[in-house]
T-cell receptor
Framework: QQPVQSPQAVILREGEDAVINCSSS?????VHWYRQKHGEAPVFLMI?????EQKGHEKISASFNEKKQQSSLYLTASQLSYSGTYFC?????????????FGRGTSLIVHP | SAVISQKPSRDICQRGTSLTIQCQVD?????MFWYRQQPGQSLTLIAT?????????ESGFVIDKFPISRPNLTFSTLTVSNMSPEDSSIYLC????????????????FGPGTRLTVL
């Protein structure tokens, strides 16, 4: 089952905030977030783990609601460099080997 | 971390031919995957490349069309066989260096991709 992302696209001006949501129909142990710029490979942003632990290395935050099987990515005071397509990734497996599956992506465009 | 290189970076092929894409990682990794991505679309998992055994394919992908090898913990190949224009896409190698029990606590890294055009 592919996680569901919303919205499909967001258009912002520099300095504005955005929230991208990711939900799953199955229990989640972790959620990964990636950003892909046009013509480039996806780049890791953040991992959120069951139990609330959060790992990341950019000034972008996220939340993980295990009960609701949802995660949200928060981009505050957006910069031009935030433009790209954001993907959330979850484990599609039902107990076997890890099977990383990605949502359809959210296109974020930041204008000057 | 893991640095991934792919060869070729792009290719234009004729219908009915085959292309083998190589993926090399700079360190030993637990898991290797192959994805396909159409322009503007999501990442579709083709298969998990298993070291020393047959790859595990996702629904809609078969070994005869996409044979995969993984002879060691740093290298894998994906072959796109008997190509048709519908196979035109970007093919990405991806790795997870370490995997925890039940959950992935490590980053998933992606190679730069191979852009394939089939005429």
């Amino acid at each position: 089952q592919q996680p569901v992302q919303s919205p499909q696209a967001v258009i912002l001006r520099e300095g504005e905030d955005a929230v991208i949501n990711c939900s799953s129909s199955k229990a989640l142990y972790s959620v990964h977030w990636y950003r892909q710029k046009h013509g480039e490979a996806p780049v890791f942003l953040m991992i959120l783990l069951k139990g609330g632990e959060q790992k990341g290395h950019e000034k972008i935050s996220a939340s993980f609601n295990e009960k609701k099987q949802q995660s949200s990515l928060y981009l505050t005071a957006s910069q031009l460099s935030y433009s790209g397509t954001y993907f959330c990734g979850t484990d599609r497996s039902t107990g076997g080997s890890y099977i990383p599956t990605f949502g359809r992506g959210t296109s974020l465009i930041v204008h000057p | 971390s893991a640095v991934i290189s792919q060869k070729p970076s792009r290719d234009i092929c004729q219908r009915g031919t085959s292309l083998t894409i190589q993926c090399q990682v700079d360190s030993q990794v637990t898991m290797m995957f192959w994805y396909r991505q159409q322009p503007g679309q999501s990442l579709t998992l083709i298969a998990t490349a298993n070291q020393g055994s047959e790859a595990t394919y996702e629904s809609g992908f078969v070994i005869d069309k996409f044979p995969i090898s993984r002879p060691n913990l740093t290298f894998s190949t994906l072959t796109v066989s008997n190509m048709s224009p519908e196979d035109s896409s970007i093919y990405l190698c991806s790795v997870i260096p370490r995997i925890g029990s039940k959950t992935s606590t490590d980053t998933q890294y992606f190679g730069p991709g191979t852009r394939l055009t089939v005429l």
